[in-house]
């Protein structure tokens, strides 16, 4: 498998990297989903531009009650990172699902939410947890939500010559219960589905939930009418069931060899109410 | 493209084309075929080297990449004759069959007794998900990887 010919850089700064963005080139992140599709010839850039020297793209900077990743920080690094394990254990816990290990050492935050991968694990996360995005190109610098920067298969905001610069999540408040769950896809290490749930408690009731699914659709979603069946609830056995059973509610699934439509479904409702019990019990 | 790059502590510069694989460039430049191709597509692990110390599917990533890093591969892990203790360990609990996925078990074995120095045999299984043996050995493959750990306690 020979990727077709192109020209490569590879600088050092920002700056460098969005004036070569701008002149048309195709950034490279972790390349952990562009160079095999380069080498299918799926994609078939003439020019990269290799963002693995930029410094100021990789870094998790705690700052105020919010968490700034940049986009060049790797899978492994979010893994294991202890700000986010004790404050954003939701990420580091879907970080650590992703692919396999030699992927997670060379897999960026930034390229794998661009590449928009349908099945990708991070894009359930970034819902619940109601991320934001901060997007640059050569003339601009624009902040998005996840909500509105997933479009549909491998597509979102971002226009050309843009790319992401960071990822901002929240620092969980105390007594916060997290959890995603996954049916992976053995061959692939993708997600069939995902599901990422927050939840916290006040006086014996759900008082806040988050719920986002990936694999389902054609893009990542937050299901929000399965939250605002579980809020106020006590979150019984009976309340999680209920709950879980509208996450795929009015969602025109994905089907493909490894799972149909309504399978992928029922697959979806059956890991919601798991992450959804394991969340609370998490939550204090 | 004009790269320079250690590999096993030898310094090797060479000019290559910006498409070239790092595991073409290791096998078919620098000549050190320990490192074996598979599926070619990231995901058999059978490629799998050490770019700056981190364990890597060396079918996806460029040759250009590894500019100014530094490479371990399966040739650079025994020292003067002596097997590195992760070669002992898969030799005494036949940690293989045909041999072909190997090298790049032993790849990521090394990371992960990096990070696990005592690894739970979760922590095994779940670091080796990216490498597949076809001869059906993972048991012994997870043996190997314990026995390893519990000889470096010693």
């Given at each position: 498998m020979v990727p077709q010919k192109f020209e490569y850089a590879a600088p050092d700064s920002l700056k460098s990297v969005l004036q070569l963005l701008d002149a048309g080139a195709k950034p490279l992140a972790g390349g952990m989903s562009l160079i095999p599709m380069m080498k299918l010839r799926l994609a078939a850039p003439e020019q990269l531009v290799d963002l693995q020297k930029v410094k100021e793209l990789s870094y998790i900077r705690e700052s105020g009650n919010a968490i700034h990743i940049g986009a060049m920080t790797t899978h492994y690094e979010v893994e294991t990172f202890p700000v986010l394990l004790r404050k954003c254990p939701l990420l580091a816990e879907t970080a650590a699902e992703i692919g396999d290990l030699q992927v997670r050492n060379r897999g960026t935050i930034g390229g794998s939410v661009a590449h928009a991968d349908p099945s990708a694990d991070y894009p359930a996360a970034l819902q619940a947890l109601e991320a934001k995005l901060v997007l640059i190109g050569a003339q601009k610098e624009r902040t998005v939500s996840a909500a509105e920067f997933f479009v549909d298969a491998f597509t979102t905001v971002l226009e050309p010559g843009e790319i992401v610069r960071e990822v901002i999540v929240p620092a969980e408040e105390l007594g916060t219960g997290t959890r995603y769950e996954k049916v992976v896809?053995?061959?692939?290490?993708?997600?069939i589905v995902g599901v990422a749930v927050r939840v916290r408690r006040s006086a014996g009731k759900i008082s806040f939930v988050r719920v986002g699914i990936t694999g389902l659709s054609n893009h990542s979603y937050r299901a929000t009418s399965a939250e605002a069946t579980l809020a106020?609830?006590?979150?019984a056995a009976a309340d999680v069931q209920n709950a879980a059973a509208?996450?795929?509610?009015g969602i025109d699934a994905n089907s493909d060899l490894h799972a149909s439509a309504n399978y992928r479904k029922h697959l979806a409702s059956v890991h919601a109410a798991r992450a959804i019990t394991t969340a609370i019990s998490r939550a204090s | 493209m004009k790269i320079t790059c250690t590999i096993n502590g030898k310094t090797y510069s060479n000019d290559v084309e910006t498409r070239l694989l790092l595991i073409h460039y290791l096998r078919?430049?620098?000549?050190?075929?320990?490192s074996h191709v598979g599926c070619e597509t990231s995901l058999c692990g059978a490629c799998t080297v050490e770019v700056n110390g981190k364990a890597v599917?060396?079918?996806?990533?460029?040759?250009?990449?590894?500019?100014?890093a530094k490479i371990t591969t399966i040739e650079g892990l025994a020292s003067n004759g002596t097997l590195h203790p992760l070669q002992e360990a898969f030799w005494n609990e036949h940690g293989l069959q045909c041999g072909f996925c190997t090298p790049g078990m032993i790849m990521a074995s090394k990371q992960i007794l990096e990070r696990y120095p005592n690894p739970t045999e979760d922590e095994i299984r779940h670091g080796l998900a990216g490498n597949v043996c076809r001869c059906t050995g993972y048991q012994h493959i997870v043996n190997a990887l314990k026995a390893a750990a519990a000889g470096a306690r010693k």
């Open positions: 896809q053995p061959a692939s290490g993708f997600a106020g609830t006590t979150g509208l996450v795929a509610e | 078919e430049v620098a000549q050190l075929t320990g599917k060396s079918c996806t990533m460029f040759a250009v990449q590894a500019d100014g």
